[in-house]
């Protein structure tokens, strides 16, 4: 039964807490569920104590030092962090520095949690969003957010600004710091530098038809404004599987969930495992469950009194039925080997007559006397 089938698993599997923090900061704060883990399994692969070895980005979505001191400092109060957000003062030169060595610490730490960094980055991204649409004079899309998370929200909208003005430009050149803490995305392998346009290509690909909000695509379809319509600002989110969309591929469901259909996969393999009805006129498939091998049902009194009838009628049947000829070939007959391999090891086998020699004197040309 199992062949066509998933059998039901008695055992949930195990929730990852580190997505389950990814959902709540994203519940939190509304940014997409969808965006957030992808920003986390491109940055950090989804470690929390993810270090990179080019700057000090830390953690599941690899904030740098000052990003995180200025995320803590305008967004902690609001997740209980207000002793920590106090201790962070700016200077003048618009640098966040804590006085206290071990507060400091302890601040820089709170990156490796993932329910905090989950909250930050969620409430970063609205905060890049916001920038970008007064920037581009429009919503921005899950790649260009994700270039914000890279580059900043300034960052962002020159590189954006610079691929649809100028895309042949060399990247690097406009973004020196990042192309160094970053040369995979600005450099190719053979060493080339990236174009703009190359770059944004780059950064923006793993995040396409990425749902930024819970709430973007039932609003763009309840509002059905134009900006909506023409899918500017409004990512859509990942279409459903083939296998799980409905009516079709019922058979590969048992790929991609354990609560499936319990059904064949088509008729025709029904139709290979149906019990041949008492007629023996066809050997379709009965929409009758009882006829079928899975599940077999036990006959009742009833379903036994009829199957007895139904050889008597067949033969009534068949004897009013005029005869025809079937000119059909028959089979080959088998070897004797086969059929009576005793008795072909008694054989005795037949004896040949050996051949005189050959005689070559024929062949011969005579030779010329002297």
Partial sequence: MFLFTTPQTS??????????????????????????????????????????KTSSATGLFQFIEQTWLSMVKQEGPKQGLSGYANAISEGSDGRLTVADPAAREKILQLRNDPQVAAVMAGALTQKNSDQLASVLGRQ?????????????ARG???????????????????????????????????????????????LSASHASTQLAASTAAAAAASGT?????????????????????????????????????EPVSKAVANLWTTPRMDATTRLAS???????????????????????????????????????????????????LTQPAAAAQAKPVSRQRRAPLDLSSFMLPRARS
Avoid: C, W
């Fill in 11 to 52: 055992e949930a599997p195990a929730a990852n807490p580190v997505v389950n923090a990814i959902r709540e900061g994203a519940q939190k704060t509304g940014a997409g569920f969808d965006y957030l883990l992808k920003t986390a399994q491109r940055e950090s692969s989804l470690e929390p104590d993810a270090k990179a």
């Fill in 140 to 152: 921005p899309q899950a790649g260009e957010l994700y270039i914000a998370h890279v580059l900043g």
């Fill in 156 to 202: 962002a909208s020159d590189l954006i600004k610079a691929a649809a003005s100028d895309p042949t430009r060399t990247a690097a050149k406009d973004f020196p710091d990042a192309a160094a803490a970053n040369r995979g995305l600005f450099y190719d392998k053979t060493g080339r530098a990236r174009s703009v346009q190359e770059v944004y290509g780059v």
């Fill in 226 to 262: 134009a900006a909506g319509a023409a899918g500017q600002g409004v990512d859509q989110p990942v279409p459903i599987a083939a296998a799980l969309a409905p009516g079709r591929a019922k058979g590969l469901i048992g790929l991609f969930s354990t609560e499936g259909s319990r």
């Fill in 287 to 337: 929409l009758d469950p009882a006829d079928r091998y899975f599940p077999r049902q036990t006959q009742t009194q009833s379903d036994t009194s009829s199957a007895q009838a139904a050889p008597a009628q067949a033969t009534t049947n068949a004897s009013t039925a005029p005869m025809r000829a079937v000119n059909a070939p028959l089979p080959p007959s088998r070897p004797v080997e």
